[in-house]
């Protein structure tokens, strides 16, 4: 039997989830044997062509060439992962998306003209189609694990689809909004982080994304409750997946 390939690519992001592969250490050796890792410029600049069995995206779509890259890549994997709240949601760089990018540039850089980029950050799945999206900033060790395990014996990976407080509650870590008064958007997150930031104290920030049917409105009127202006409001519901939030924060900004 031939050895799964496996490729690795790279859009608009900060290089944390692959980072996260190659953080997986003592699991990464076992799947290294597993599978014939053909493309992967984090980690080697040895490239072998398609087509692919596996391919892990991480990032946006931000520019022309990545519009039609995304392409290139999807018709060479068999399946297709992507990677992150880049990948998944846009990303903190889809924040664009609320302004005007030509603005930006013409602010920042000298020749704004020599600067190719789209309008908006927008997620993999708005240009092709994705098998599975593994959420978070950075993504959870476990998951991709997870879904290069399942894929290596044939079957459908296991992946949580409910909130962060069910982690907290299986963690018996106290509520933080309940014992604290402290905003958190654990409620309408998607789990997968383990609750790492109630863990320590910390309202959840929502980097994995909305869970399937979020009651965001009842969260607002709660946050509001606690004082938490309009500003507030859209700063805390846009950060690491700023357009999926949808109707959390539609209000104008108020003090």
């Not at 005007?100 to 704004?112: N, W």
Request: hydrophobic share 35%; with cysteine.
């Amino acid at each position: 039997m031939n050895t799964p390939t496996l490729a690795v690519w790279k859009l608009t992001s900060c290089d944390g989830c692959q980072l996260t592969l190659l953080n997986c250490e003592d699991e990464l050796l076992p799947l290294a044997g597993q599978v014939r890792i053909r493309h992967f410029i984090e980690a080697s600049s040895a490239i072998e062509p398609g087509p692919y069995d596996v391919s892990l995206v991480e990032g946006s779509v931000t520019t022309p060439e990545e519009a039609e890259r995304i392409k290139d890549i999807r018709a060479q994997s068999r399946v297709l992962v992507v990677l992150g709240a880049c990948a998944t949601a846009g990303g903190i760089q889809a924040l664009r998306n609320f302004g005007d990018v030509a603005e930006f540039s013409s602010l920042v850089y000298a020749r704004p003209e020599h600067i190719a980029t789209l309008a908006t950050s927008t997620p993999v799945s708005a240009h092709v189609p994705v098998d599975y999206e593994l959420r978070g900033c950075p993504i959870d060790r476990h998951q991709l694990l997870e879904v290069l395990s399942a894929f290596l014996v044939g079957r459908k990976p296991d992946l949580p689809d409910d909130s962060v407080c069910t982690e907290c509650k299986r963690r018996g870590i106290p509520c933080v909004m309940v014992s604290e008064g402290t905003p958190c958007l654990g409620p309408v997150t998607h789990a997968g982080c383990g609750a790492l930031c109630p863990a320590y104290r910390r309202g959840c920030f929502g980097c994995f994304g909305p869970v399937g049917r979020p009651n965001t409105g009842s969260l607002t009127r709660v946050l509001r409750a606690r004082g938490m202006s309009g500003v507030d409001l859209h700063r805390v519901f846009r950060t690491f997946t700023a357009t999926t939030f949808q109707g959390a924060d539609d209000d104008p900004p108020q003090r």
